[in-house]
């Protein structure tokens, strides 16, 4: 199994970008599909993006496409989420996830391998 540790939250105003990152350690890595959720307070936790195992295909959700990126270095077991344009209602915890499918998956039971989340504020 993957142990996920996110990095790179905080706050920020409207408009500005942050670059979320997602370090990986065990040997299974470069054989996980990988994702970022988010979850705002009282909200279900929800699919941002996702990567298949060689980088080469991703997926995003409508309410990030074109501002959000997603990327992964299966050397160095890490993956990252460059966020642009960043907007009040994208504030929320941002999750990593990792799971066993060979192709992109948007579900939460879908992934086996979560981290503890990192906090994104974005303010008016």
């Known amino acids: 199994q993957v142990q996920l540790v996110e990095s790179g939250g905080g706050l920020v105003e409207a408009g500005a970008s942050l670059r979320l990152s997602c370090a990986a350690s065990g040997p299974t890595f470069a054989r996980s599909t990988m994702a970022w959720f988010r979850q705002a307070p009282g909200k279900e936790r929800e699919f941002l993006a996702g990567?298949?195992?060689?980088?080469?295909?991703?997926r995003y959700a409508n309410s990030v496409q074109g501002r959000f990126t997603v990327s992964r270095d299966n050397r160095k077991n890490t993956m990252a989420l460059q966020m642009n344009n960043l907007k009040p209602e994208d504030t929320a915890v941002y999750y990593c996830?990792?799971?066993?499918?060979?192709?992109?998956?948007?579900?939460?039971?879908?992934?086996?391998?979560w981290g503890h989340g990192t906090q994104v504020t974005v303010s008016s």
């Open positions: 990567i298949n195992l060689h980088g080469t295909n991703t």
């Open positions: 996830a990792a799971g066993g499918s060979p192709t992109i998956v948007t579900m939460t039971t879908d992934f086996s391998s």
